[in-house]
């Protein structure tokens, strides 16, 4: 499982703008780990891809996330909840994709 955690509203428009980028074809590749205010839990690297739809580990914490572009537009809609201001102060999380055994979840705080 991959955890990332931190999504106030400011930083899922910026995780959300670099998976927009993805969708449209404006960039083909984008380093989901330095998107600015999402932090990767456990030192966990996550690199997205446009192409073929498969998740390979690179080394033991970093991982290369691959999907095409209507895909990408999927797992993007998957955040307009964190881009809005929350209306309660409790956590929540969203299970953004699955490959193999490895879940990709975003969290509006540390834990799931």
């Given at each position: 499982m991959?955890?990332?955690a931190g999504a106030d509203p400011t930083s899922a428009r910026s995780l959300l703008a670099a998976l927009t980028d993805l969708a449209s074809g404006y960039t083909l590749?984008?380093?989901l780990h330095d998107v600015p205010g999402i932090q990767a839990c456990d030192n966990c690297e996550?690199?997205?891809i446009v192409g073929d739809?498969?998740?390979?580990?690179m080394l033991k914490t970093t991982?290369?996330?691959r999907l095409n572009r209507v895909q990408w537009e999927s797992v993007a809609g998957l955040?307009?909840?964190?881009?809005?201001?929350?209306?309660?102060?409790?956590?929540?999380h969203q299970?953004?994709?699955?490959a193999g055994r490895t879940s990709v979840i975003?969290?509006?705080s540390e834990h799931w």
């Open positions: 991959l955890l990332f590749i984008a380093k996550l690199v997205a739809s498969s998740f390979e580990p991982f290369v996330w955040l307009e909840p964190f881009v809005m201001a929350p209306t309660a102060a409790h956590p929540r299970y953004l994709g699955k975003i969290s509006n």
